[in-house]
Structures are given as structure tokens and as C-alpha cells.
């Protein structure tokens, strides 16, 4: 049984049924995840609130900070947004972002997002 080397009673002997070997493995997991993300919350940034990276004017539903997509893509995606959302009367948005360059707590209000966001 390969579960074996991962259940040992008190003697060292390896002999466990699976659910023992199982319960020992998921311990292990467990413990392992909650060290291993300590450090990330630790380092988790602070929330953000800059609308001085939000374009002036008229809303946009697809903000690409980054640059990740072409003028041609944008355009593409701005235009199939607006035919779902007349179609469905729900709201979709696509921001490209990277922290620390992010609008952050501002695009709530930017976008206006509510319960059809």
C-alpha cells in the first residue's frame, strides 16, 4: 500500500487502512497550506484609491491600462460589450491593471457598478 509510509502507529509500524493514511495526507496538505500562505498575507497590499488613473470624459466599459490589447481589439470589445448589454441589460467591464498602477477602490464609482454589474 503506498498510502502506507504516510500512517504510523506508536511502534513505527506502517500498517494503517486507507482512511487513516488519507486523514494523515490531508493533515499534511493542510498544514502545509496554511504555513506556506502566512507570508502572502503578510505582504497582501493595501487597498488602493486613485482616480487620478481613470480617463476623464465619457465612461469607458473597457479600460486598458496596461496596454495589453490594440486600439483594434478595444474598439471590438467596447462594441460587443454595448450589443450584450443592451440584449441582456446587465453591465460588463474589462480593466487591464497591474498594482500599483490601479484605480483601484475609485473604478466602484468610475463604473458605477451595482447589483446588474
Known amino acids: 500500500n503506498s ?5 504510523s502507529d506508536a511502534t513505527g509500524s506502517t ?5 487513516a493514511a ?3 495526507l490531508s ?13 502572502a498575507r503578510a505582504a497582501r497590499p493595501e487597498g ?5 488613473l ?6 469607458q466599459s473597457v479600460l486598458d491600462l496596461e496596454n495589453f490589447l490594440t486600439s483594434g481589439q478595444e474598439r471590438f470589445l467596447q462594441k460587443d460589450i454595448a450589443a ?4 441582456r441589460g446587465i453591465k460588463i467591464r474589462i480593466l487591464t491593471q497591474r498594482y500599483p498602477q490601479t484605480p483601484g477602490l475609485a473604478i466602484k464609482d468610475y ?7
Not at 498510502?3 to 500512517?7: D, E, K, T, V
Not at 463604473?111 to 454589474?117: A, G, M, V
Request: with cysteine.
Open 3 to 7: 498510502l502506507g509510509r504516510y500512517c
Open 15 to 19: 500498517t494503517c487502512g486507507r482512511r
Open 22 to 24: 488519507l486523514q494523515q
Open 27 to 39: 493533515l499534511a496538505f493542510a498544514s502545509l497550506a496554511v504555513l506556506s500562505s502566512a507570508p
Open 48 to 52: 488602493v484609491n486613485r482616480p487620478e
Open 54 to 59: 481613470l480617463p476623464k470624459g465619457e465612461v
Open 84 to 87: 450584450i448589454e443592451k440584449k
Open 111 to 117: 463604473w458605477q457598478l451595482d447589483d446588474r454589474s
